[in-house]
């Protein structure tokens, strides 16, 4: 395996004659396996000539993985100026965590932005897949790669690359989970840092501080040589590379970072051989270990953190408002209990997921005793937020493997990003679907390993929370659970299929799941009607009119329901007044709703065809479909040229016949399958579905002769259209950039057609 750094500096480029030796572009570092597995780790500004040079000496196409650390400038902002990306026989693979906010493909494309750089991300002539990465592990051929979380302000994850007996182990953008007193890694997080390096062959690490200055900039998100140091030591790596330099730093001021590491491996008797990364440095790795396997759970699979219940115990409130803002986006459940004699009281029924607790005044050891004897031997993550950063975390003892320590004065974001990677550490897999893979399966009554089954006064306790029940009697609530059972679906699985008939109604206690229609055609999208959650039913419909289910219902996360037994329910309602009023305004609701849909969704009340909002939002379903298979889309888009004249000599009631005969004419030479709209005015939008490019002049030419047709079995004056045309291999993510194409070739086929009759005439 063979190494080579193209960029070694942090947060900003940093060119001239100060930083010549060690280089002044940020993270970029290539890895190349044995095999010839392409690799590089980060795209910083160190792309730029790495590409020129995958480009200068290839002599096959290009077949590239490309991993990001994360998803911060410094470590993208070489995507642009990377040369492969423009070449069409170039297969880049892209890999990355979750991200805040966007995802992978949205943040690389939002850099390249027309306001910021002259081509857009989906102009690029390579073939691009994005993959987004948890904890774990997956393989490219003979090479294992493994991933782990760091302490960030963003989800930022480490990679450790094995093959043919050699690793090499790349952290960057990571501080230390703790500042600890003494030798040793007492915090959890350090320790599982540390084993995640054990016996590299080299470790590549963030040492953009020095102890000193890191006290002053501790929440930034960056280590000390010092701790860098002592983690490759820790590890038994056989050599490490301090990387991340501080922008600021100088060649010289690197030196001595390098001899600092370097002394401290030499005072503590350590064989590990320390030097500070630069540029167009090349190292040859042999394969001297045999490889371990760190992770044990696949890194490609999605685990689903919306939803799950965070209970924050003891925080004052400018600190509670600090946590929910920044956690808002992740759509979790925020629970607040003021101290932890309360959260401690009712932390069982809570069920929460993860726990924040600010500490106070309380020692750590004795909190988190507390909260963890409350929990009855519950592994329930819990982060203690404290003021004192000379706690001995060692006073834990057993209890650290799912205790995290976060020093006050907190960071929100990296707050966030150790809920977010707890959660997703602790989330259950999917048995029945692969570890959770896109399959979808149907759930499974049992509870599996989810704790003991939900007694009958359970069950009770549960549906007299539910609005729709809560007026309920107790022996009318005993009715309902009586023949009532639990169902778990992870994320993906069907609840309810579409078209079975079943005797069933279903009550979401906890989670989330959607709602959609599936088409006839097994090609088409489904159409998404709704997403309904925690205190929600669903299927009473299909229970109260015996109809087969007129909708598929998917779990979006983790959802925990009861089944109630439909002739239980219908018994009920026609005794009890009150459960029929309730249901009458469920159903009320549901009604409102979709009228509301449906206005949206109405057509165009002159031509009867899709109006334009309409039309883009049946387009993104078609561009998305279009975008998996590789199809791409093609737009068609006509304006009545004639229409002014027509409403100038004859009224406007004879414009708009000549109208209704122009969608007349378009529904006539389109296929049934195709997009049709009233783009507004006298523009119309036509989006053949799955269509070839001689189907443009079909198209055209069935609509002049359609038109010729009705026109004069009509008794209307002669009607002109104009059209242009629009293809995309890869469709935008809305229709208007292809309108808006299409429009500008309509105006160049209108001014070449002036042009011949202009030379016919003279």
């Not at 946590?323 to 029924?349: G, K, T, W, Y």
């Not at 834990?396 to 929100?412: C, H, Q, R």
């Not at 609701?589 to 009340?605: G, K, M, N, V």
């Not at 002049?704 to 004056?717: S, V």
Request: with cysteine; proline share 5%; aromatic share 6%.
């Amino acid at each position: 395996m063979q190494v080579r750094f193209w960029g070694t500096r942090g947060s900003i480029a940093s060119p001239g004659p100060q930083t010549a030796k060690f280089g002044g572009n940020t993270s970029c570092v290539q890895v190349v396996a044995g095999d010839g597995t392409q690799i590089i780790l980060d795209c910083g500004t160190g792309a730029r000539p790495l590409g020129q040079h995958l480009v200068d000496t290839k002599t096959t196409p290009l077949r590239v993985h490309l991993f990001i650390g994360h998803t911060h400038w410094d470590h993208i902002q070489g995507f642009p100026f990377f040369m492969p990306v423009f070449l069409p026989d170039t297969e880049l693979n892209v890999y990355a965590p979750r991200g805040f906010q966007r995802n992978l493909e949205e943040t690389l494309a939002g850099q390249m932005q027309h306001a910021y750089f002259p081509l857009k991300l989906r102009e690029l002539r390579s073939r691009i897949q994005f993959t987004q990465l948890e904890e774990g592990f997956f393989r490219l051929g003979n090479v294992l790669v493994e991933t782990q979380a760091l302490n960030h302000t963003a989800p930022t994850i480490a990679y450790r690359i094995s093959t043919d007996g050699a690793t090499v182990a790349y952290s960057t953008d990571h501080e230390p989970y703790w500042k600890p007193v003494g030798a040793g890694f007492p915090h959890p997080g350090d320790q599982r840092h540390v084993d995640f390096f054990k016996d590299a062959d080299l470790v590549i690490h963030d040492a953009q501080y020095a102890e000193p200055e890191y006290l002053a900039k501790r929440g930034w998100g960056h280590s000390t040589v010092e701790y860098a140091t002592d983690v490759a030591m820790a590890a038994n790596a056989r050599r490490l590379a301090l990387f991340h330099h501080d922008p600021m730093r100088s060649d010289q001021e690197v030196e001595a970072f390098e001899r600092v590491g370097q002394q401290r491996a030499l005072d503590r008797g350590m064989k590990t051989e320390v030097f500070a990364a630069a540029e167009g440095l090349t190292i040859d790795i042999e394969g001297t270990r045999s490889a371990r396997q760190v992770a044990q759970m696949p890194a490609i699979v999605h685990r689903p953190i919306a939803g799950r219940c965070v209970l924050i115990v003891g925080a004052d409130e400018r600190s509670s408002s600090l946590i929910d803002q920044e956690m808002r986006e992740d759509n979790l459940v925020l629970v607040n209990s003021p101290d932890v004699r309360a959260a401690s009281a009712h932390i069982r029924e809570l069920a929460p997921d993860i726990v924040i607790v600010d500490a106070g005044e309380e020692r750590p050891a004795e909190t988190v005793g507390r909260l963890r004897g409350a929990l009855d031997g519950s592994a329930v993550p819990i982060i203690v937020l404290t003021d004192d950063v000379n706690t001995d975390v060692e006073l834990l003892g057993g209890s650290l493997s799912n205790t995290d320590f976060l020093a006050k004065p907190f960071s929100p974001p990296m707050l966030r990003s150790r809920v977010r990677a707890w959660l997703a550490r602790t989330a259950e897999l999917s048995p029945e679907s692969g570890h959770g893979t896109s399959a979808r399966v149907e759930g499974s009554p049992t509870r599996s390993a989810r704790g003991p089954a939900m007694t009958r006064e359970d069950i009770r306790e549960a549906l007299a929370g539910i609005s729709l029940f809560t007026s309920l009697s107790t022996d009318e609530l005993d009715l309902l659970s009586a023949g009532a059972t639990e169902r778990f679906h992870e994320s993906g699985e069907v609840m309810i299929r579409q078209g079975e008939r079943s005797d069933q109604l279903f009550v979401i206690l906890k989670g989330s799941a959607r709602v959609q229609e599936m088409p006839d055609d097994p090609s088409a999208t489904e159409m998404v009607l709704g997403e309904i959650g925690a205190g929600q039913i669903v299927g009473e419909l299909a229970v109260l009119t015996g109809m087969p289910r007129s909708a598929t219902v998917v779990a979006i996360e983790a959802t925990h329901c009861l089944g109630i037994a439909g002739e239980d329910f219908t018994r009920l309602m026609r005794k009890s007044a009150v459960l029929a009023g309730a249901l009458a305004q469920v159903l009320a609701r549901r009604i409102y709703e979709t009228d509301q849909r449906l206005t949206r969704f109405a057509p165009d009340a002159l031509t009867s065809l899709l109006t334009r909002q309409t039309f883009q939002d049946h387009y993104r379903r078609v561009a998305a479909q279009a975008r998996r298979r590789g199809t791409g889309v093609m737009l068609l888009f006509f304006d009545v040229t004639s229409l002014k004249a027509v409403n100038d000599s004859s009224g406007y009631e004879v414009g708009d016949e000549v109208l209704r005969t122009v969608a007349h004419a378009l529904r006539e030479s389109a296929r049934d399958t195709d997009l049709i709209a009233r783009w507004g005015g006298d523009e119309f939008a036509v989006l053949p579905v799955d269509a070839l490019p001689i189907a443009v002049e079909m198209i055209t030419g069935r609509l002049r002769e359609k038109l010729g047709e009705l026109c004069e079995a009509r008794n209307l004056p002669v009607v002109q259209c104009a059209f242009g045309v629009e293809s995309a291999q890869v469709p935008p993510e809305s229709a208007e950039e292809l309108v808006r194409a299409a429009d500008e070739d309509m105006q160049r086929r209108l001014a070449a057609q002036a042009g011949e009759s202009s030379t016919q005439s003279s």
